[in-house]
């Protein structure tokens, strides 16, 4: 029997931040093209530098580290552009990832403030469209508020995002480190206003904090997914409220092992097999691909070549994937515009 997917199974990526994503070697020529001065100028330390590594990257706070260059990189309307068009294009060659949504905070790419948030948020509208006429791809961006922002400033993401839920940004998340500080409950009422507005919701927990903030989160945000989730599997209590309430959970097995959330491929066997037992849906994804050098095909193949997942169970995940998607809701997918009519044949039509 096979363990592995087949190749022209078409995938869906819901859980990808744009700053992971993008490929070191067009990372740097943005970096050049925009006058970045970089700590070197060696392209395979630059590489190094931006990538996990055995150097850095495994902790979950070193991994967060990562961020901080290929924020900095992406800080302007041109380079997002660039990188939203160049991961979905790549995600489609690579791997046939035909369904992808791509979160990132857009204030972490305005430079405090020097760049205009709507300038960024248009230009990676502009290059998912662009995309999307290269290739058979339905994509959706994920604006991401912080926790460690203060709430006027995620408030301001929320307003964004409803600005531009009709152009192709199809929800929000909040991610961050977890930490006591952080109140779901304070987020309930722009939460809803959110959901009002037709914007899905996921929300980054259950990774590396208490597994008691899943129910938090769950009671105070309502989310119809979940970012990572690992840690429900501890919490058989935590695992009914996820079934019931049917959420999906994005699950990112090699980011989980680089930062150390998840200790080895045995803890993540026992995981799903929780998941299994508790009714629990779940979807596979990267976090990053470029980042962890790992794509949502090398996730799966592993997965089915330890027995962790059998074909039918990768499959299963496929298909959850899409059924949560944000991306392929009738409401999410923008209208096409159509082109101006040449004015030869306005005129005839006048005529």
């Known amino acids: 029997m096979p363990s592995v997917l087949s190749p022209r199974v078409p995938l869906t990526e819901l859980h990808c931040h744009l700053g992971s994503a993008v490929t070191p070697a067009i990372m740097w020529g943005i ?14 330390e630059f590489r190094e530098m931006i990538t996990v590594s055995g150097r850095h990257g495994r902790s979950f706070d070193g991994y967060l580290q990562l961020f901080h260059w290929t ?3 992406q800080s302007s309307p041109l380079a997002v552009e660039r990188s939203i068009y160049e991961v979905l294009g790549g995600a489609y060659r690579k791997n046939n ?29 502009r290059g998912m469209d662009r995309a999307r006429l290269e290739y058979p791809v339905t994509p959706g961006i994920i604006l991401c508020l912080d926790r460690a922002f203060p709430l006027a400033l995620n408030e301001i993401i929320v ?13 929000i998340d909040i991610a961050g480190p977890e930490s006591d500080a952080f109140r779901p409950a304070e987020y309930r009422a722009l939460f809803n206003r959110a959901r009002k507005a037709g914007l899905g919701i996921t929300v980054h927990t259950g990774e590396s904090g208490p597994v008691e903030e899943i129910g938090e989160v769950i009671r105070n945000l309502e989310p119809s997914r979940i970012g990572h ?7 058989p209590r935590t695992m009914g409220m996820i079934r019931e309430r049917g959420i999906t959970l994005e699950i990112c097995p090699t ?3 680089v930062t150390r959330v998840v200790s080895g491929w045995e803890e993540f066997r026992w995981i ?5 037992r508790h009714g629990v849906r779940y979807t596979i994804n990267t976090d990053g691909p470029e980042m962890l050098k790992r794509y949502i095909r090398d996730e799966l193949t592993t997965l089915g070549r330890l027995g962790i997942l059998s074909v039918e169970e990768q499959e299963q995940a496929v298909a959850w994937a899409r059924e949560a998607s944000f991306a392929t809701r009738p409401s999410a997918i923008p209208a096409p515009r159509r082109a101006p009519a040449p004015q030869a044949a306005v005129e005839r039509e006048e005529a």
């Open 71 to 73: 924020e900095l990189i």
């Open 229 to 235: 989730g690992v840690k429900a599997a501890y919490d």
């Open 31 to 44: 970096a050049h093209a925009q006058g970045i001065r970089l700590p070197t100028k060696d392209y395979w």
């Open 159 to 171: 307003e964004k995002a409803i600005a531009y839920r009709d152009r192709g940004v199809v929800g």
């Open 97 to 125: 990832i035909t369904t992808f949504e791509l979160r990132f905070n857009p204030m972490k790419r305005n430079r405090g403030g020097e760049q205009d948030l709507d300038h960024i948020i248009s230009a990676a509208i």
């Open 272 to 276: 799903f097999e929780m998941f299994r």
């Open 255 to 257: 980011s989980n092992l």
